[in-house]
């Protein structure tokens, strides 16, 4: 019922920065949040970033003054704007979105995945 298309992956320079992407359609009106999700080889997909439809963001650890997310409701697209980024963020970036059901259900939606390399 939701789609996600992430873009904006590529390969930059330590220190550089790029900003991802990602388009929601379908049942967009059910999304309670959405967030960025990374993958290195041979590691666990893990959380990055999270944002709720009420603009609550969280980040890992990792990250925290270096990445930003933000929404575009009125587009239903969500950003992570990724700065001074370093050898360790590469990796596929997934795009998500969760829908909470009343009883908790819950269904978690995955975009196709961006390449993010940040070479030394």
């Known amino acids: 019922q939701v789609q996600l298309v992430e873009s904006g992956g590529g390969l930059v320079q330590a220190g550089g920065s790029l900003r991802l992407s990602c388009a929601a359609s379908?049942?967009?009106?059910?999304?309670?949040?959405m967030g960025w999700y990374r993958q290195a080889p041979g590691k666990q997909r893990q959380v990055v970033a999270g944002?709720?439809?009420?603009?609550?963001?969280n980040y890992v650890d990792s990250v925290k003054g270096r990445f930003t997310i933000s929404r575009d409701n009125a587009k239903n697209t969500v950003h992570l704007q990724m700065n001074s980024l370093k050898p360790a963020d590469t990796a596929v970036y997934y795009c998500n979105a969760v829908q909470y059901g009343i009883e908790g259900g819950r269904i978690d939606y995955w975009g196709q995945g961006t390449q993010v390399t940040v070479s030394s």
């Open positions: 944002i709720t439809s009420g603009g609550s963001t």
């Open positions: 379908g049942s967009t009106f059910s999304i309670n949040a």
